[in-house]
């Protein structure tokens, strides 16, 4: 039997994170052209907002459905502005573990959101769905990406060489391939105690009955 996250909202003291909504596809469709979003991921370029639409009504949903993760919206507690994505992929629910990666809006950088939705996403994969592992997988060059693993207390564990393609923009405008390190990183239960940023205090979790 496939186990599968349920459907969850997840508050913080700034952050609400639910599940992604058709009201979200032209913030996320702009998110997602953003240079630095399309230099790290391999999301089409450009990216359109039926692509959006697409990830939001039939992708995350099939991959929450068949148990292979969860994809949530990042919002603003006061503003519900979307500022980012919290991924959860390539979800093992015997060895309980999966891989989270995030993604912020250009317009929300510089303001700590994508570590405090990864340790909120963290502690409710710990706590509440007792999962005992979440690995993290940052491209060599991401320092942005590294920084927020190492804030909520990920250890380094190696380097998987060559293993990961980045984007860079070519002469003619458009985009060529390049081929970098992954740094892989885990984070165990017993790691969050020292994390930054505690989140445990400062928010809740309460079911979300919307997904589609």
């Known amino acids: 039997m496939t186990s599968t996250f349920p459907n969850i909202s997840i508050s913080t003291e700034r952050l609400v994170l639910r599940p992604l909504d058709t009201d979200d596809v032209p913030a996320l469709a702009e998110m997602?052209?953003?240079?630095?979003?399309?230099?790290?991921?391999d999301v089409p370029r450009p990216f359109t907002e039926q692509d959006a639409r697409t990830w939001i009504t039939?992708?995350?949903?099939?991959?929450?459905a068949a148990g292979h993760g969860l994809d949530l919206a990042?919002?603003?507690?006061l503003t519900q502005r979307l500022v980012g994505v919290i991924r959860l992929t390539r979800t093992n629910w015997h060895v309980r573990s999966t891989e989270m990666s995030y993604i912020v809006a250009p317009w929300a950088r510089g303001e700590g959101y994508a570590s405090e939705a990864a340790l909120a996403t963290a502690q409710w994969l710990f706590g509440d769905q007792k999962?005992?592992?979440?690995?993290?997988r940052t491209a060599a060059?991401?320092?942005?990406?590294?920084?927020?693993?190492?804030?909520?207390?990920?250890?380094?564990?190696?380097?998987?060489?060559?293993?990961?393609?980045?984007?860079?923009?070519?002469?003619?405008?458009g985009w060529s391939d390049v081929r970098t390190d992954f740094i892989v990183w885990s984070l165990l239960p017993e790691d969050i105690e020292g994390a930054d940023g505690q989140l445990a205090d400062t928010g809740g979790f309460a079911p979300y009955t919307d997904w589609n």
Do not use: Y
């Open 32 to 41: 997602m052209n953003d240079e630095q979003v399309a230099a790290w991921t």
């Open 58 to 64: 039939g992708q995350a949903p099939a991959e929450r």
């Open 74 to 77: 990042v919002t603003e507690f």
């Open 131 to 136: 999962f005992e592992r979440v690995e993290l």
């Open 141 to 173: 060059d991401n320092t942005a990406s590294q920084q927020v693993a190492q804030k909520i207390g990920c250890i380094s564990e190696g380097v998987l060489r060559g293993a990961c393609i980045a984007h860079v923009r070519a002469e003619d405008g």
